[in-house]
């Protein structure tokens, strides 16, 4: 089924311009072009469209509000900007409604290759309603203590970056929110970015504070979370230091190793979306399993890698990242040649997961041990076990 | 007269304290005191007369006997010469014949001493004395705060006789020119060792005081350790009795830091306008780069196809001179015809073409208009076409109003060349644009969303010209108009304005181009900003 994009600009030569440099992908998109926002809410009225693609600064309607209204008229269109403009108020004001930030003047193979992604996302999550309600998500709730410590951290005098970026590099939502800032061109270039630390220096404690205080882009939960999903939190941050931890023995360079950490801890990051939205849209979720509650995060589990793929996939998160949280379960989906943070994620949760109480009997139960071995990894297994209960014997003494 | 010196000369002089524990003498002496005209306060307890004298406001005479309970005569003396009061009392101990051997060690702490019994004309005479000495000390510490004063006053104080010779030079004077007060008095002021960087300064100083008005002159240079600075001074003559001149007073400061600070600010504005700007400008010149970017690149894929295709008919060519050219050749150049989309690439790449074109135009459109805006290092004026200047700044602020306002100008095509500071003018139209375009965004806001209009127009008025901006804006709310062109004066959010728009182009049309600025404004109909300058250029103020 051919793809159909939708493109805004109140320039009518930048969108011939893009037309033409296009015209190669004829094939495989379906693309249209139109002047302004009111124009565009009524092509996508008329027909759907995977993809909108909006200049920002327009007149009357600008970018951002037409972005605001497709986020809730047509939740299941993906929202890209693509913009000139470098005032920071403007930008802010498009960082909720838009998935991704392309600047102007971006290479048309930028362009392409973005719109190749989102459009590739589109199949990872085939459930329609699933996919309205995560393309509607412009933030993951933070666990609500580690918010409350940024919060204070933040309203100091002279906060550090390195303090902040410890409290960010715990939490999934902060976590997925600042790599969504530096990977998209939202405060200038774009870089290919994997460790929150480096994202928190690069976005700068100022715009932090705007994302905290001012946008709410670190939300919270309106109430008190239930044990099991707190639980949440935890499992992730040692999943995560355990990703890295294999990364780093099979001598990875320094990206891999933090992508393995990133994927690590948003590697569930699925299951918190849908256990936060289990209550606005109950319908949905008694679809997907009828066990399922904010009591019972677990039971999303068919389901939940590609949920939070697809997020952080509309975020524009790195690649590798993505395909560790999409296939965590069954990596050899994913066709792997070699290690990859997608390994490391995956035996990483398969250990955590054998540490819990009344599941050390399983012992291999949910490693792809033939995938292990045609990778040619099988005796890794053993180092990487040693320098997981390192952590894992660290972790206990410092608790 | 200083105050203190005042109120004792009318009030205190005819009192004095009496301290006597002998009961006959009180009598005796307040009776005397009163005689001689004295108002008189007694006590017969020495601690008492202290905490009297200690507490009084204003300088007292008192007369203290020898030995007194709690606290001896002299005792009292010794301590109100340690407290802070002691000049001004005057202190007369009554001494006994008996102790006059002790009588020098009496006079350590008082003022005087009076053998007992007391002689009546004696003690009137040391009152007399006594409230001399009060006078004099009072006078004398007066005089040493007016000098004190003078001295610590933060501008140039310099003091002339009628023949224009220094008598007085403050502090700040010997730290301008680096000329102390000894070395410099008596001499003219023209020829005192101030190093003035022009040679006539010294016939400029004899003709001000000739004409012996209030002069002022601002930025004369001088030499301070041979580093050229700048000053201001005003010269007033101190009229005499007889109408002629008692003499001058020259008040002035050195300038040269107000002024670089005043061109720091004349420079901080433009910059943050260039920063301003420069975020639009990214804006205007982005979207034309992405467009000739694009378009280059569809040429680029089109001439890879036209290339094959171009072979290919060249192979034709070949083929058809040997003979009859195969089926199949000619199936391949459809292929290829197909493949590239030649009708496509034949109607578009011409249009790729001009519209690439059109692009680098615009950039460079936007590039030399900034670079004619911001006229780098013109201190100078300038005959310029106003006219022109105007566009190149309607030019250089599009991206500010295109998408609230409509821009029309309604210029006289006859207007003569005005001399003038380009870029500050320039400036100063810019600022007047982005508030109009403020003013009419804020409408947009609050009400409909279409657009409003921006009117400049220019036209000649005998030897001036008038350039008027106009909006159709939300108008300037009749309370805050009297301080529209005060620095710093802001109605827009933090981070928005910096409050220096207006008080620059004020400064810029009337200080550097002796012109006027004003405005006429209507709630929710717009306001309309003029400005006038002269067509001959004057002289602009720093």
Not at chain 2, 84 to 90: D, E, I, R
């Amino acid at each position: 089924m051919t793809k159909r994009i939708l493109f805004v600009d109140d320039e009518p030569l930048v969108l011939n311009g893009i037309e033409r440099s296009l015209r190669t992908m004829r094939k495989e998109w379906q693309m249209e072009f139109v002047l302004g926002g009111s124009e565009a809410l009524e092509t996508m009225a008329r027909n759907p469209f995977d993809v909108v693609i909006s200049d920002m600064r327009m007149p009357r309607m600008d970018g951002a509000q037409l972005l605001e209204q497709v986020k809730h008229r047509f939740p299941q269109t993906v929202r890209m900007a693509l913009s000139g403009q470098s005032d920071r108020d403007t930008i802010f004001r498009c960082i909720g409604p838009t998935h991704q930030y392309l600047s102007k003047p971006c290479d048309i193979e930028e362009i392409k290759q973005k719109l190749t992604r989102a459009l590739a996302l589109r199949d990872v999550l085939h459930h329609p309603e699933l996919k309205q309600m995560v393309s509607r998500m412009e933030a993951v709730p933070s666990l609500p203590a580690l918010l409350k410590s940024l919060k204070l951290l933040l309203d100091c005098p002279n906060p550090s970056v390195s303090g902040v970026s410890d409290l960010i590099v715990q939490d999934m939502g902060m976590t997925a929110k600042v790599l969504q800032l530096v990977n998209c061109a939202f405060l200038g270039t774009p870089a290919r970015v994997a460790s929150a630390k480096q994202a928190v220096s690069m976005v700068g404690l100022d715009n932090i504070k705007i994302l905290v205080h001012t946008l709410g882009l670190f939300s919270e939960f309106t109430d008190t979370l239930p044990d099991p999903l707190t639980h949440l939190w935890c499992h992730s941050l040692t999943t995560a230091r355990f990703a890295q931890a294999i990364a780093r023995t099979e001598k990875s360079d320094d990206y891999t190793i933090e992508c393995a950490f990133t994927a690590g801890l948003l590697h569930n990051i699925g299951s918190l979306i849908l256990a936060c939205s289990s209550e606005e849209h109950s319908s949905l979720t008694q679809e997907i399993t009828a066990t399922a509650s904010r009591n019972n995060p677990e039971a999303f589990n068919n389901i939940h890698p590609q949920v939070g793929a697809y997020l952080l996939g509309l975020w524009g998160l790195p690649a590798e990242i993505i395909e560790a949280v999409a296939w965590h379960h069954e990596p050899s989906h994913a066709k792997p040649t070699q290690f990859s943070p997608l390994i490391a994620v995956h035996v990483a949760a398969h250990y955590n997961q054998r540490r819990q109480p009344g599941q050390a009997a399983r012992k291999h139960e949910g490693l792809d041990e033939s995938l292990i071995s045609h990778l040619g990894l099988q005796e890794r297994l053993v180092f990487w076990e040693e320098a997981c209960s390192e952590i894992a014997a660290e972790r206990a003494a410092n608790a | 007269m200083d105050s203190t010196v005042s109120k004792l000369a009318a009030t205190r002089s005819s009192r004095v304290l009496l301290a006597e524990s002998d009961k006959v003498s009180l009598t005796h002496i307040r009776d005397l005191l009163s005689r001689i005209g004295y108002e008189v306060v007694t006590t017969e307890n020495g601690l008492q007369a202290l905490n009297f004298l200690e507490q009084s406001k204003s300088p007292e005479l008192a007369v203290l006997s020898w030995t007194l309970p709690e606290m001896d005569g002299i005792e009292v003396c010794r301590r109100l010469k340690k407290s802070s009061h002691h000049l001004n009392h005057y202190t007369i101990l009554l001494t006994p014949w008996s102790k006059q051997t002790e009588r020098t060690t009496a006079l350590e702490g008082a003022d005087a001493s009076l053998f007992k019994p007391v002689d009546v004309r004696e003690l009137r005479l040391r009152l007399q004395i006594g409230t001399q000495t009060i006078l004099e000390r009072a006078l004398r510490q007066s005089h040493s705060e007016t000098e004190l004063f003078l001295r610590c006053v933060p501008s140039i104080l310099i003091g002339l006789d009628s023949d224009g010779r220094i008598t007085r030079w403050n502090l700040t004077a010997t730290n301008t020119f680096g000329l102390e007060e000894k070395d410099v008095k008596g001499k003219p002021i023209g020829d005192c060792g101030i190093e003035w960087s022009n040679p006539e300064m010294k016939k400029e100083i004899d003709r001000w005081l000739r004409t012996a008005i209030e002069y002022r002159c601002d930025n004369l240079p001088y030499l301070h350790g041979g580093e050229k600075r700048l000053l201001g001074l005003t010269v007033r003559s101190i009229p005499s009795e007889d109408a002629n001149s008692d003499g001058f007073i020259v008040t002035g400061a050195d300038v040269t830091h107000r002024l670089s600070l005043e061109a720091q600010l004349r420079q901080s504005q433009k910059l943050e306008a260039i920063g301003q700007l420069a975020a639009g400008m990214a804006h205007e010149i982005n979207t034309p780069t992405q467009y000739v970017g694009d378009n280059t690149r569809f040429l680029k894929d089109a001439w890879d196809s036209l290339a094959d295709l171009l072979d290919h008919s060249r192979h034709l060519r070949r083929v058809a001179e040997s003979g009859k050219v195969a089926a199949e050749e000619l199936a391949k150049f459809d292929q290829l015809v197909e493949e590239a989309d030649l009708d496509y690439l034949m109607k578009e790449i011409p249009r790729a073409l001009e519209q690439a074109t059109e692009g680098l135009q615009r950039v460079t459109k936007i590039i030399s208009g900034m670079k004619e805006f911001s006229h780098p290092g013109s201190e100078e004026k300038h005959e310029i076409d106003l006219n022109k200047a105007i566009e190149t700044t309607i030019a250089v602020t599009r991206h500010e109003w295109k998408y609230s306002a409509d821009l029309v100008t309604r210029f006289d095509e006859n207007l003569p060349r005005v001399a003038c500071l380009a870029g500050e003018f320039n400036q100063a139209v810019l600022n007047l644009i982005i508030n109009a375009s403020h003013a009419i965004a804020g409408v947009a806001a609050s009400e409909d969303k279409s657009k409003g209009t921006i009117t400049i127009s220019t036209r000649q008025e005998g030897e001036w010209v008038e350039i008027a901006v106009a909006d159709t804006g939300t108008g300037i709310p009749l309370e805050i108009q009297p301080r529209m062109f005060e620095p710093f004066f802001t109605t827009k959010e933090v981070g928005k304005g910096t409050g220096q728009g207006l008080a620059l182009a004020h400064s810029v049309i009337v200080n550097r181009h002796q012109g006027k600025i004003w405005f006429e404004s209507e709630a929710g109909k717009g306001t309309t900003f003029f400005m006038k300058i002269p067509i001959k250029a004057k002289p602009a103020l720093p």
